[in-house]
């Protein structure tokens, strides 16, 4: 059974210091790594699909890396509007994506 | 806003009563994903189509759940004899790929149910 833990459960970070969100799985034959972002109240929004270990992908202040175990979101000079809560997902053998409880980030002004 | 649209957005109910939700997903995309997220959880697999054809359902969709997608077009998740423990925000994605595994899902708003 495909498994994704999300840590830290919550982070809390000063407007421009930048910091990392960790997504560990456990998953038979990785067939891709999502992360999305979800405002409150919102579906999620898609981000990026990562595929083999040693791939990152870009966009604006955040970047997503991956290893064989784990993925990493990267944020570097956040702004408040980068609050969200941030969800990884993996598809695995089973082929539909098992989601993580998220990563709850809120950036100070 | 992404291109899919859920209706309604919120839904009271009693305990015991069946409820219905619509979900319209991309115009060309051929698969549809219902996925059920509580409080400080991630998104729970539901059920998903391929046109219009059901081809997973989770163990955790009891036969009070049932899933349609007439014509591979918009779909409709019903609740019957809905539970307080059915409480929870229904998000559907839906997505245009070479394979499930590695889908771009994109998702709608999602409908709140709150059962009283």
């Known amino acids: 059974e495909d498994q994704v833990t999300q840590s830290p459960e919550a982070l809390r970070l000063q407007e421009g210091e930048s910091s990392s969100l960790n997504c560990s799985y456990t998953v038979s034959g990785l067939r891709g790594l999502f992360w999305y972002r979800q405002d409150p109240g919102k579906g999620p929004e898609f981000l990026f699909t990562l595929y083999s270990a040693g791939e990152e992908k870009e966009k604006e202040r955040l970047k997503a890396t991956l290893t064989k175990k784990e993925s990493f979101l990267h944020i570097t000079a956040p702004k408040p509007e980068d609050s969200a809560t941030y969800l990884c997902?993996?598809?695995?053998?089973?082929?539909?994506?098992?989601f993580g409880r998220g990563t709850s980030l809120i950036v100070h002004p | 806003d992404t291109g899919v649209s859920q209706d309604p957005r919120h839904k009271i109910t009693k305990r015991g009563q069946n409820v219905t939700f619509r979900c319209d997903p991309i115009s060309e995309h051929n698969r549809l994903y219902w996925y059920r997220q509580t409080l400080g959880q991630g998104p729970e697999f539901l059920t998903y189509f391929q046109n219009e054809a059901q081809l997973e359902k989770s163990r955790l969709l009891s036969d009070r759940f049932s899933a349609e997608r007439p014509k591979g077009s918009f779909s409709t998740l019903e609740i019957q004899r809905t539970e307080q423990g059915d409480s929870a925000m229904y998000l559907c994605?839906?997505?245009?790929?070479?394979?499930?595994?590695?889908?771009?899902?994109?998702f709608g708003p999602g409908t709140r149910l709150t059962v009283l």
């Open positions: 997902a993996v598809s695995g053998g089973s082929y539909i994506p098992t």
């Open positions: 994605a839906s997505a245009r790929g070479a394979s499930a595994s590695t889908d771009t899902q994109y």
